[in-house]
Each structure stands twice: as structure tokens, then as C-alpha cells.
């Protein structure tokens, strides 16, 4: 890591409340096996069901819903040509309906468009929701083609403010350390996917570091972490082993933070992270739906804003680049 970018940690803090984001995506269409799903109708999102669960998380002290790439509406046998866009199209139509939430989807690097954009715009902002978005380089991007991204976003957030006159946030994730000056400088929310608290806190500060150099106010890092919750550990380890068995090894949780066990439990690893500085918050990604986000919303959450390490009130959650 380049020491440009070392902060003098005795002046950095953590953030007064935290960003508690929900990663959503286990609500899109089911992925099926080609051969089993031939001559069968094609599954649909339930976007309905979707728009509760983002009203439903922002009452309950939630920041924003994420939806991954991977979103689909549709559960073609056949992949569809425009698939990638689903996860904006479903955000942008449940939007009238999310009671103020944030609303995050995901897009790969060279498809932030011009029809992403008009996606944004259309964004219905009466129930007081504000539109975000995730750009990732893709997977098969090496890092010498983040510097696009500059430009791509720069184009994207111009048309779609220009047309809503709202500038939309945007979440990065930071993948590898070369990406790091590139991600201060455009990111509003920064996202690691790390389970080692002591590196996680060296890329927060860096982060912050490097926004700071590039005349940015601070950018919030938030961390994915995964929560499975029973009643007691062993019965919450047992559905986590059998989640893991059932996604044969590739679950989009992987490499994620992990908090298995009680409610207590991942109070205790939230907090021990917060206090740590490794985090200004954290995106959930909840093991099933709805058992773990019942959990969060009822269970989490309220120990958290006891603590007084959340905000106490939906109403109190806003726009995490403000």
C-alpha cells in the first residue's frame, strides 16, 4: 500500500451512527438449471414483495437496499441480451413505493449508459426514496481499466442529474489496492469485502486518506457482512453449513465478513469493528429471506441504536453521501 495514503490516525474517528445498508438481490427471480427448467413457465420477481421489504427496512433504521448484478426479473431459460439492466429497472419501479429508502443497483464497468441513466431519471421520488448506483469493473476487467470509469461516471451521473436534476449516489467496491485512488476519488460509499478486521481498518483509513488528499469531504467505507441468526449458535451454524451446502461452495456472500449465532452475537462483532475503526457501517447480506431479515430489522437494529451506534429513526437515515 503507497504511504501517500497512511492517515495520522490519531486524528481519524468513527462516524458518529452507522450506515446499516440490506443487500436485497435474494429477492430477484430464482436461477435455474437450464435442462430443469425447459418447457416451464419463467419465474418473475415479485416486486411487490421487494418494495415492503425496502419500506419495511427503512422504518426499521435501514439506509439503503442493494441489488446486485446478478438481479434478475426474469428467470429465462435462455439468457436475455438486456438482462444486466434488471437490477436498476426493478429499483426504479419500485421506487414510488420504498417509503424513503435508498435504492442501490448494480452495473458492470462499460454498462453505465446512456440507458442506465434514463433509468435513474425516471426514479419516482414522492415516497422521499433517492436513487443510487453500484459500478463494479466486472470480473473479467483487469485493474488498468478502472481509470474508465472516471469518464463512464462522469457521463452517466451528468445525464441522469440533468434529467432529475439529482445527482445519484455512488457505491464502489474496492477489489484490490490499485484501485484504491481511483475509488476515494469517485466513490460516495466505498464497499470491502474483508474478514480480517486488522486489514480492513488499514484500507478504511487509506480510503479516507485518499479522499481527503483529493479535496473530498469523507468517504464512508462500509463492510458485506453476512449474518445467519438463530436462537443459539449451533442452530444458527447448522443453517449457515446448510446454506453453503446448498450454493455448492460459489454463495455471492463469499469472502464476506461473517456473523454466525444470536442477535447478541453480531451485535458484538458490529460494535468490535465499529470501535475498531475498520467501518462506518455495514452492507448486510441476510443468509435467507425473510428469517434473517426479521432478525436485523427487529432484533439488530434495536440493540445497535441502544447503543446509540445507529440512528434511532427511519426518518433520521439519509442520503449516506450528505
Not at 155 to 183: F, K
Request: net charge neutral.
Amino acid at each position: 500500500m503507497s504511504t501517500a495514503f497512511l492517515p495520522t490516525r490519531t486524528t481519524e474517528t468513527t462516524s458518529t451512527t452507522a450506515t446499516i445498508a440490506l443487500d436485497l438481490s435474494g429477492l430477484g427471480a430464482p436461477a435455474h438449471d437450464r435442462g430443469a427448467a425447459a418447457g416451464l413457465p419463467a419465474e418473475q420477481a415479485n416486486l411487490v414483495r421487494l418494495a415492503s421489504y425496502a419500506r419495511a427496512a427503512h422504518k426499521g433504521g435501514v439506509s439503503f437496499v442493494t441489488l446486485g448484478e446478478d438481479f434478475r426479473l426474469r428467470a429465462d431459460a435462455s439468457p436475455r441480451a438486456n438482462a444486466w439492466l434488471d437490477p436498476v429497472i426493478a429499483a426504479r419501479r419500485i421506487s414510488p413505493s420504498a417509503g424513503g429508502t435508498g435504492l442501490v443497483p448494480s452495473v458492470q464497468l462499460g454498462r453505465a449508459d446512456a440507458a442506465v441513466a434514463a433509468e435513474l431519471a425516471q426514479f419516482n421520488r414522492k415516497s422521499g426514496s433517492w436513487a443510487g448506483l453500484q459500478v463494479s469493473r466486472g470480473r473479467d476487467e483487469r485493474v488498468s481499466a478502472l481509470p474508465q470509469l472516471g469518464d463512464l461516471l462522469e457521463d452517466l451521473i451528468r445525464t441522469a442529474e440533468a434529467r432529475s436534476s439529482q445527482r445519484p449516489t455512488v457505491v464502489l467496491p474496492l477489489e484490490q489496492e490499485a484501485e484504491l485512488p481511483a475509488v476515494a476519488e469517485l466513490a460516495d460509499v466505498v464497499r470491502l469485502r474483508e474478514a480480517d478486521l486488522g486489514w480492513a481498518r488499514e484500507l478504511r483509513f487509506a480510503v479516507r486518506s485518499a479522499a481527503r488528499a483529493a479535496g473530498r469531504p469523507p468517504v464512508r467505507v462500509l463492510v458485506d457482512l453476512r449474518t445467519v441468526i438463530a436462537a443459539d449458535y449451533e442452530s444458527a451454524r447448522a443453517r449457515a453449513d446448510l446454506l453453503s451446502d446448498i450454493a455448492g461452495g460459489t454463495g455471492s456472500w463469499e469472502g464476506a465478513l461473517e456473523a454466525v449465532g444470536t442477535v447478541g452475537d453480531v451485535v458484538t462483532t458490529i460494535e468490535k469493528w465499529l470501535e475498531a475503526g475498520a467501518a462506518d457501517g455495514f452492507v448486510v447480506l441476510p443468509g435467507s429471506i425473510p428469517a434473517d431479515v426479521t432478525r436485523l430489522i427487529r432484533g439488530i437494529i434495536p440493540a445497535l441504536q441502544a447503543r446509540g451506534l445507529v440512528a434511532t429513526s427511519g426518518a433520521e437515515v439519509g442520503r449516506v453521501r450528505d
